[in-house]
T-cell receptor, first 111, second 112 residues
Framework: NAGVTQTPKFQVLKTGQSMTLQCAQD?????MSWYRQDPGMGLRLIHY???????DQGEVPNGYNVSRSTTEDFPLRLLSAAPSQTSVYFC??????????FGSGTRLTVV | SQQGEEDPQALSIQEGENATMNCSYK?????LQWYRQNSGRGLVHLIL?????REKHSGRLRVTLDTSKKSSSLLITASRAADTASYFC????????????FGQGTRLTINP
């Protein structure tokens, strides 16, 4: 099983550019989430989804959009990249009552 | 604001010793989870303890939960060099769609 797959692994953007971080899971999990991790910090929730067609905001949603058209995919869109969005982004899915399965992350640098 | 706070922020011990990390949180929870993150990698789920449980074991890991003190501890026994990593506690609040709220983590170094 592939689990949670994130692409790309690394990305450099210029300020103002837009891009989409891809996340796919093959475990048929309903719940999926996006987190960002800044140096020396824990993870902060950006957006989450409880199923196809249903998304909601987390702790730090500004500057990001999500959609959930299928159970498998949960892309994260940066609308107009800013240096403050330089971070490592993790996608995760969960089948309660078990723990989350995380992707390997996307390291994003905005210059 | 983050729900959990780990203590200590960094811990360095000799191989074979036991490592204890603590986590405190602020609001009522449904469950608490511990994750490990090796440098530059994603997080790996270690163990989940529900709010009605007080202790749980998994291999060399022992987790306790004290809901009256809003705290949890993770004990790693007989540590190995491969245990070197950052360890995070994360809580699932009673109200919420399985949203994890993370602490800032404990950086554990096992010296050979």
């Amino acid at each position: 099983n592939a689990g949670v797959t994130q692409t790309p692994k690394f990305q450099v953007l210029k300020t103002g550019q837009s891009m989409t971080l891809q996340c796919a899971q093959d475990m048929n999990h309903e719940y999926m989430s996006w987190y960002r991790q800044d140096p020396g910090m824990g993870l902060r929730l950006i957006h989450y989804s409880v199923g196809a067609g249903i998304t909601d905001q987390g702790e730090v949603p500004n500057g990001y959009n999500v959609s959930r058209s299928t159970t498998e995919d949960f892309p994260l869109r940066l609308l107009s990249a800013a240096p403050s969005q330089t971070s490592v982004y993790f996608c995760a899915s969960i089948e309660p009552p078990y723990g989350y399965t995380f992707g390997s992350g996307t390291r994003l640098t905005v210059v | 604001s983050q729900q959990g706070e780990e203590d200590p922020q960094a811990l360095s011990i000799q191989e074979g010793e036991n490592a204890t990390m603590n986590c405190s949180y602020k609001t009522s929870i449904n469950n608490l989870q511990w994750y490990r993150q090796n440098s530059g990698r994603g997080l790996v789920h270690l163990i989940l303890i529900r709010s009605n449980e007080r202790e749980k074991h998994s291999g060399r890991l022992r987790v306790t939960l004290d809901t009256s003190k809003k705290s949890s501890s993770l004990l790693i026994t007989a540590s190995r060099a491969a245990d070197t990593a950052s360890y995070f506690c994360a809580t699932v609040l009673i109200q919420g769609a399985q949203k994890l709220v993370f602490g800032q983590g404990t950086r554990l170094t096992i010296n050979p």
